[in-house]
């Protein structure tokens, strides 16, 4: 997720995690999951703070990834 630096501060993350989230429901799912590099701490926070929780690693494209998942 990658946003303009002009809007960092703006809640437009959190904004479209519930835009996600919506569009899940929507369709039926029960749980989200997202991935991210370890290094990411950023996205790892902005994860946190939206509900996220931590659940182990997955291995995507040789390398190893940092998986949150939420209940919807």
Same mark, same amino acid.
């Given at each position: 997720? !990658?946003? #303009?630096?002009? +809007?960092? %501060?703006? %809640? &437009?993350? *959190? *904004? !479209?995690?519930? =835009? *996600? @989230? #919506? =569009?899940?429901? @929507? $369709?039926?799912?029960?749980?989200?999951?997202? #991935?991210?590099?370890? $290094? /990411?701490?950023?996205? $790892?926070?902005? =994860? @946190?703070? /939206?509900?996220?929780?931590?659940?182990?690693?997955? =291995? +995507? $494209? %040789?390398? %190893?990834?940092? !998986?949150?998942?939420? *209940? &919807?």
């Amino acid at each position: 997720m !990658a946003f #303009d630096r002009r +809007f960092v %501060g703006r %809640g &437009l993350s *959190a *904004a !479209a995690l519930r =835009l *996600a @989230e #919506d =569009l899940c429901r @929507e $369709q039926g799912a029960a749980a989200i999951r997202i #991935d991210t590099d370890p $290094q /990411n701490r950023r996205m $790892q926070h902005i =994860l @946190e703070k /939206n509900g996220y929780r931590r659940c182990g690693t997955v =291995l +995507f $494209q %040789g390398s %190893g990834k940092v !998986a949150f998942d939420k *209940a &919807l």
